[in-house]
Nanobody, 126 residues
Framework: QVPLVESGGGSVQAGGSLRLSCTAA????????MAWFRQAPGKEREGVAC????????WYADSAKGRFTISQDNAKNTVYLQMDTLKPEDTALYYC?????WGGGAWYEAGAYMYWGQGTQVSVSS
């Protein structure tokens, strides 16, 4: 059983939009909090957005504020990342991550998350 499955990546021009989806195989994988990370070639993996499953509270990296929206559909065990006004610097491999048992650490710290998706590529051309 694959805990997290992502979809929705692709190639767009600057200013365009994409929506990423991350479906958890079971609710227990997305219990507590889930996040989206991204990693561009030659750069470290960075946190983009996080949502706490129970409260629905959300957190964003400064680079994502005002352009990206993280949301969840509890009935589908799915978390989304709506990305608008995309920029070339948003080009990266995007990963979904789940922290079902409070691994500790800030939401943007990759080490806090136990489960990871396979990644989906987002490419933004100028």
């Amino acid at each position: 059983q694959v805990p997290l499955v992502e979809s929705g990546g692709g190639s767009v021009q600057a200013g365009g939009s994409l929506r990423l989806s991350c479906t958890a195989a079971e609710y227990r994988y997305r219990h507590n909090r889930m996040a989206w990370f991204r990693q561009a070639p030659g750069k470290e993996r960075e946190g983009v957005a996080c949502i706490y499953s129970g409260s629905g509270s959300t957190w964003y990296a400064d680079s994502a504020k005002g352009r990206f929206t993280i949301s969840q559909d509890n009935a589908k065990n799915t978390v989304y990342l709506q990305m608008d006004t995309l920029k070339p610097e948003d080009t990266a491999l995007y990963y979904c991550a789940a922290d079902p048992e409070w691994g500790g650490g800030a939401w943007y710290e990759a080490g806090a998350y136990m489960y990871w998706g396979q990644g989906t590529q987002v490419s933004v051309s100028s």
